[in-house]
T-cell receptor, first 115, second 114 residues
């Protein structure tokens, strides 16, 4: 079945450091890929998405490129801020099942950015 | 403001006492879904609804019921809660049930079943 694997955290970085959170996936069809962010005490918010191979999603300085050849969707940011501290989830959705669809989530990567 | 609203945000209750978690969205979305989030297991889908009066099981439906009588509401019902249903629950909605549509999440409901 479909699955998402992302690097385990926690990840601790100093402010202005470069961020990479790795995400790889397995899927039987042609999935759409997402990154969601969860701030403490809040629900998940869509950060960015890509719906086909070679698409690049970007938002708030974060970027991720849909790489079909490596089945990856790594999240990057050139200079993190303290306010980026949160849990990041990689997810895919694939209509390969007979009815409906769900988001398949990775287990999440906790990021802590220190001043 | 476009949002998904869940109530209550927190609930502590006892085994066997029926409870309902409400979910409402104001975006006229067709698709709604419930997830539970557990440490080490991530988020797993419980039930989803493609439209009014259309619901189906997700990956972990046992012990839960849902209904979709109106487009905006999608309550989650635990008829006889048990301690293994202690979890953080999220309702989500999207414009349609197609895979490229992002889902919008509520702020979550933390349930503790004693």
């Amino acid at each position: 079945g479909d699955s998402v694997t992302q690097m385990e955290g926690p990840v601790t970085l100093s402010e202005e450091a470069f961020l990479t959170i790795n995400c790889t996936y397995t899927a039987t069809g042609y999935p759409s890929l997402f990154w969601y962010v969860q701030y403490p005490g809040e629900g998940l918010q869509l950060l960015l998405k890509a719906t086909k191979a070679d698409d690049k999603g970007s938002n708030k300085g974060f970027e991720a490129t849909y790489r079909k050849e490596t089945t990856s969707f790594h999240l990057e940011k050139g200079s993190v801020q303290v306010s980026d501290s949160a849990v990041y989830f990689c997810a895919l959705s694939d209509r390969s099942r007979n009815s409906g669809y769900a988001l398949n989530f990775g287990k999440g990567t906790s990021l802590l950015v220190t001043p | 403001e476009a949002q998904v609203t869940q109530n209550p945000r927190y609930l502590i209750t006892v085994t066997g006492k029926k409870l309902t978690v409400t979910c409402s969205q104001n975006m006229n979305h067709e698709y709604m879904s419930w997830y539970r989030q557990d440490p080490g297991l991530g988020l797993r889908q419980i039930y989803y609804s493609m439209n009014v009066e259309v619901t189906d099981k997700g990956d972990v439906p046992e012990g839960y019921k849902v209904s979709r009588k109106e487009k905006r509401n999608f309550p989650l019902i635990l008829e006889s809660p048990s301690p293994n249903q202690t979890s953080l629950y999220f309702c989500a909605s999207s414009f349609s049930g197609t895979s490229n549509q992002p889902q919008h999440f509520g702020d979550g409901t933390r349930l503790s079943i004693l």
